[in-house]
């Protein structure tokens, strides 16, 4: 689920509470937990409703001026009108993951079994040393550049640098990635082992 970054202020600054969505089928359930630049937001309910059950204040909470603002939005989508009641939960933990220089033994063994499981599904063979090689010298480098030069499919390139991000090794630049000193600290591990 996108959010503009007006919304995001609103849900980090308390003042937006909604957001309202068409869809097909929802991206996102009561439960839930949505990572965003801003922290991570916990989506308390998602609800289908109709036009009629929405109000002014709802259009408020959800960051517009007036449901007549809000409807004019909607009227542009297809699909099942949602609302989905949402709040700030708290920082991103990977933002102070990736910034841990230190990985402790503990920490080394437990990341070591997820890094080996990773290269032993990867359908072109051992991956993580070379990703990370790669970022570590091209920061900020289109994803798709950086695909193309190890001869993958940007898809394939993309969901399996979201598996590092996962583990506080990479971050995702405007623009590209780059390595975070806690995947730096790694790499330079795994090159020693190899």
């Known amino acids: 689920m996108l959010l503009t970054n007006k919304h995001l202020e609103g849900i980090e600054s308390g003042k937006i509470k909604f957001a309202f969505r068409k869809w097909k089928k929802p991206t ?7 990572r965003t630049h801003v922290g991570v937001l916990a989506i308390h309910a998602v609800d289908q409703i109709s036009e009629k059950e929405i109000t002014d204040r709802d259009a408020k909470l ?4 007036s449901r007549s603002e809000l409807m004019q939005e909607l009227k542009q989508r297809g699909g099942q009108l949602y609302r989905i009641k949402l709040s700030l939960a708290g920082p991103d933990e990977r ?32 991956w993580v040393v070379q990703f990370l ?21 940007l898809k394939w390139f993309k969901d399996h640098m979201r598996k590092l991000k996962e583990l506080g090794l990479t971050e995702s630049l405007e623009i590209g990635y780059r390595i975070s000193p806690r995947g730096e600290t790694v790499l330079k591990r795994l090159k020693a082992q190899k």
């Open 62 to 65: 959800a960051g517009y001026e």
């Open 133 to 153: 090689s790669v970022v570590s010298a091209n920061p900020g480098i289109l994803a798709a550049i950086l695909a193309r030069s190890l001869g993958l499919q």
């Open 28 to 34: 996102v359930k009561a439960g839930g937990r949505l």
């Open 95 to 126: 933002i102070a993951l990736r910034n841990k220089h230190e990985v402790t033994d503990d920490e080394w063994s437990e990341l070591r079994r997820k890094l080996d499981r990773l290269d032993a599904h990867g359908v072109h063979g051992p």
